[in-house]
């Protein structure tokens, strides 16, 4: 099995499909070619983390799995008793039927992934079936398609949800390719999509974290976290931003919807290469400098704008929507929002969360650039 490019593959279609395909086609150059990660050090933390990420987004289950009555509410409901209920049921004739344990459930939760109809929970039937059709889509099969591997996640995360210890497999080294064969230096990764630095450039985080050496202080400095948290408590902290507030930072400030953009193999390699980071930023005393942006677009990379402002296809909100300001503000106008960001704030918008250093950071002529750019956006 090539897990990996199953999971680079079908997450990739997946995107498509949701429609949250947004950030890929600008900012990503290429995402046809499937994507590989090592997986080690996936351990069972990291697969209950990607399940839970899996189950509240691309595998949309929260879709029907929540309070409106479509579905059981597993994440609210006490699985703990319900799944031995399920098992015990004598309407239940599936591969499970007469077993009990943490194995058999999860024999129970695969098989409602990948045939639902093989058991269908009372009063939660196809109308006119009397419970013998199940609504749920097979989720190993398109739209959704989920590979063997991201399902195990998912059970994972529900057998864990459950109080029991997963019984499934972790992914290991023998499910990914030794060398793919395009033939590039002997399975040497894609470098745009594999590289830590690279993701965190696409995604924006060094808007707001001092990463890339941005130096920005908006969100906490993750210099040295792999000795604050492990693996897991880094991807969730990436995922469900919220679960756990940084002492001495606001929630609701980092977006929740990494789970949704980011791919799952980009998710890994950013947890590790964060766990990898050193206690300090490398020192920047050698007077080395960024160079000159030359074009609008090499600005707003250089500078993080699309991680707050919806610009170059990133669709971030953290920052008012910019198309159309040239109707609005003069070019004046806009040149004192980007420098003295708190002198007038946006409707809605809080003051201190734009940077407000760009002044002592940005080239005349990057300047210049980017308000003839934004007084040329179309709405
Ligand atoms: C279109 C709606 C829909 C979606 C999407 C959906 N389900 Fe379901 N699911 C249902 C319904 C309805 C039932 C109850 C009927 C049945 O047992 O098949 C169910 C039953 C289940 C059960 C058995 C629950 C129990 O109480 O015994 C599990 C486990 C499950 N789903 C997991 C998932 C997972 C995991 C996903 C996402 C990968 C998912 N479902 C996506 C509608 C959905
Ligand atoms: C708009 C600003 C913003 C962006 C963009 C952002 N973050 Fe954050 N991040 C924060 C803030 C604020 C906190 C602290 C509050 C919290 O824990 O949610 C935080 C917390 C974190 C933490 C937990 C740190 C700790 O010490 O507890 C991690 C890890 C993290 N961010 C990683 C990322 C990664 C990776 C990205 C890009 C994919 C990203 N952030 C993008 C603002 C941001
Ligand atoms: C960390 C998030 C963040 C970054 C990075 C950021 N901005 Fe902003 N920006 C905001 C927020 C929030 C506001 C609204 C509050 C305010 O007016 O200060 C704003 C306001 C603005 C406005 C005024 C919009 C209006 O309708 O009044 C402009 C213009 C602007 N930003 C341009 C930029 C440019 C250009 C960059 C990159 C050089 C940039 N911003 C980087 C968060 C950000």
């Not at 990503?28 to 209950?48: A, Q, R, W, Y």
């Amino acid at each position: 099995m090539n897990f990996l490019r199953v999971i680079g593959f079908s997450v990739v279609m997946l995107l498509a499909f949701m429609g949250i395909s947004h950030l890929l086609p600008q900012v990503v150059p290429d995402t046809s070619e499937p994507v590989e990660v090592s997986t080690d050090g996936l351990d069972m933390d990291g697969m209950i983390a990607l399940g839970e990420t899996i189950y509240k987004g691309k595998g949309t289950c929260t879709l029907c799995h929540n309070g409106m009555g479509r579905a059981p509410d597993t994440l609210e409901m006490d699985m703990a008793a319900t799944f031995p209920e399920r098992l015990a049921d004598p309407r239940y004739t599936g591969v499970a039927a007469g077993k009990e344990g943490a194995k058999a459930i999860e024999d129970y939760i695969l098989e409602s992934m990948k045939d639902p109809s093989a058991y269908v929970v009372a009063g939660f039937g196809k109308k006119g079936t009397n419970d013998t059709e199940s609504p749920m889509p097979v989720v190993d099969k398109a739209p959704i398609e989920l590979s063997a591997v991201e399902m195990n996640a998912v059970t994972a995360f529900l057998q864990d949800l459950a109080g029991l210890e997963p019984t499934v497999p972790l992914p290991s080294a023998e499910d990914t390719p030794v060398s793919d064969d395009s033939g590039d230096g002997g399975g040497e990764p894609a470098p745009l999509l594999t590289s830590g630095e690279n993701i965190i450039g696409e995604y924006g985080c060094a808007a707001c974290h001092d990463l890339n050496g941005s130096g920005a202080d908006i969100g906490p400095s993750l210099y040295g976290i792999g000795k604050r948290m492990d693996r897991a408590g880094v991807i969730e902290s990436i995922i469900a931003p919220n679960a756990v507030i940084a002492d001495g930072f606001d929630a609701d400030v980092m977006p929740a919807d990494f789970g949704e953009s980011l791919r799952g193999s980009e998710l890994l390699v950013l947890a590790d290469y964060l766990m990898s980071l050193p206690d300090t930023p490398p020192a920047t005393d050698d007077g080395e400098e960024e160079p000159l942006a030359t074009t609008a677009l090499e600005v707003i990379d250089k500078f993080g704008c699309a991680g707050c402002h919806d610009l170059d296809g990133s669709e971030a909100d953290v920052g008012p929507k910019l198309n159309g300001i040239g109707k609005r503000m003069s070019a004046d106008q806009i040149k004192t929002a980007i420098l003295n960001p708190n002198d007038t704030i946006a409707d809605g918008f809080e003051a201190d969360m734009m940077p407000d250093d760009f002044a002592d950071q940005m080239d005349d002529s990057e300047l210049s650039l980017i308000v003839d750019y934004l007084m040329n956006l179309p709405e």
